[in-house]
């Protein structure tokens, strides 16, 4: 009776030994990300990532400077949120070093929504039209826009348009540019808003489905992006391998059923 006592003691110590090496050997990763879908992919692969011997922290944000703002500071190790047109414009703007640090992960198809129209076609002269605030997205949307042929721009190559340069507005719409988060809040309120994916997939609206128009080719791929100090840390490298992995690829067909494509 002693003995298997003491055989029991001592394979619960092993046990309790080898859960805390095991604890001790993870390598914890903090990525921001926004809610949907790049929190909800992350997740996915927590527990992948964890056999892998990397513990993977998600910081959620609903805002597209702090994510940036806090892996530049070394406050979180990395962030999941956007493309390479944002990122470049933000190091420009904000003198900051970010780079990126995996493959292109997912294109979320940008998508001019209204809850009082069915087409385009329908929108009344001097129509009130709403686009995120940021110089980047700004810019996409009004390329959508122009797409979508609302608006005539006088370059379709630059990526980086304003309301300066509208060539033509033949049903002279009113632009105004507010924070992409509330552009869902704000549907109702006016006649057609161009809302990113992220934020469109959070109030229930699907693309695919609801928009009356969308991107049909776009440069703007979400991936992973940290500083140059931590691009080829362990950790870091094991996140982007994950996200370009078959699994990967699986949930996000699965999950978002072509609101959200696999860019790899």
Known sequence: MKKNIARFAFTAVTALWGAQTLAADLVTVTVAASPVPHAEILEALKPTLAKQGVKLEVKVFNDYVQPNLQVSEKRLDANFFQHIPYLDKFNK?????????S??????????????????????????????????NAGRALLLLD?????????????????????SNAKQVK?????????????PQVDLALINANYA?????????????????????????????????VGVKKLAAALASPEARKFIESKYQGAVIPAF
């Open 201 to 233: 997939l959070e109030a229930k609206l699907n693309p695919k489905r609801d928009a009356l128009f969308i991107e049909t080719t776009s440069p703007y791929a979400n991936l992973l992006v940290t500083r140059a100090d931590n691009k080829d840390s």
């Open 175 to 187: 632009i105004k540019e507010l924070e992409a988060a509330t552009l869902p809040r704000v549907l």
């Open 103 to 136: 493959k292109p992960v997912h294109i979320e198809p940008f998508g001019a929504y209204s809850s009082k129209f069915k087409k385009v076609a329908d929108l009344p002269k001097g129509a009130t039209v709403a686009i995120p605030n940021d110089p980047t």
């Open 93 to 101: 703007d904000r003198g900051t070093k970010l780079v990126v640090a």
């Open 147 to 167: 797409q979508g042929g609302v608006i005539k721009l006088k370059d379709r190559n630059n990526l980086y348009p304003t309301v300066k340069d509208i060539a």
